[in-house]
């Protein structure tokens, strides 16, 4: 079945310690996308990705970093920098957006990762 | 900038009601997309709808249906004969150059 699988599903931090967090899609989608969501909060975007070797910053990068070595894994290492990680991280993926004439196309999302800080 | 409004943080209904999740949005394009997730206890977040600000014709889809009025910003969701497996948070979302999601309504329905 295609789709979008992140791990692990829960994920403890020690204060200092950078953690890795899993995001693989096999929809042969160009574009992905790492969010994060704390408790009763919409999504706030974190980096994204529109082709293998390239990514962007989002509103709330600091404190992050992603690679992008194939097109079917983006993963999020959030750093000792990140103050506050304790929250839901959402990956998605979609076709590239100029797809359609030049317009966004659907994001398809994962299970999510909760990280939490020991 | 964008902008998405859920002004109802929760609603709480019983089982068979009907009832309508408010989006209203902030936009300076003249062309954009508005959709709707929805994300049950598990986490995953689901794609529900896509609309194209062109199109303001109603969609319904089951007991699900969607109104657009571009006059009012609004995109608002109802949920017709509500069910307990219902019970989700909902997300607006607008697309510009990346995708501007609301605060979400969680809704209950109990039995």
């Known amino acids: 079945d295609g789709g979008i699988t992140q791990s692990p599903k829960y994920l403890f931090r020690k204060e200092g310690q950078n953690v890795t967090l899993s995001c693989e899609q096999n929809?042969?989608?160009?574009?992905m996308y790492w969010y994060r969501q704390d408790p009763g909060q919409g999504l706030r975007l974190i980096y994204y990705?529109?082709?293998?070797?390239?990514?962007q910053k989002g509103d709330i990068a600091e404190g992050y970093s992603v690679s992008r070595e194939k097109k079917e894994s983006f993963p999020l290492t959030v750093t000792s920098a990140q103050k506050n990680p304790t929250a839901f991280y959402l990956c998605?993926?979609?076709?590239?957006?100029?797809?359609?004439?030049?317009?966004?196309?659907?994001?398809?999302f994962g299970p999510g990762t909760r990280l939490l800080v020991l | 900038a964008q902008k998405v409004t859920q002004a109802q943080t929760e609603i709480s209904v019983v089982e068979k009601e009907d009832v309508t999740l408010d989006c209203v949005y902030e936009?300076?394009?003249?062309?954009?997309?508005l959709f709707w997730y929805k994300q049950p206890p598990s986490g995953e977040l689901v794609f529900l709808i896509r609309?194209?600000?062109?199109?303001?014709q109603n969609e319904i889809s089951g007991r699900y249906s969607w109104n657009f009025q571009k006059s009012t910003s609004s995109f608002n969701f109802t949920i017709t004969a509500s069910q307990v497996v219902d019970s989700a948070v909902y997300f607006c979302?607008?697309?510009?150059?990346?995708?501007?999601f609301g605060g979400g309504t969680r809704l209950m329905v109990k039995p």
């Open positions: 936009t300076r394009d003249t062309t954009y997309y």
């Open positions: 929809l042969n989608h160009d574009a």
């Open positions: 990705s529109q082709i293998v070797n390239d990514f």
């Open positions: 609309r194209n600000s062109f199109d303001e």
């Open positions: 998605a993926s979609s076709m590239s957006p100029g797809t359609s004439g030049g317009q966004p196309e659907t994001q398809y």
């Open positions: 979302a607008l697309s510009g150059n990346m995708l501007t």
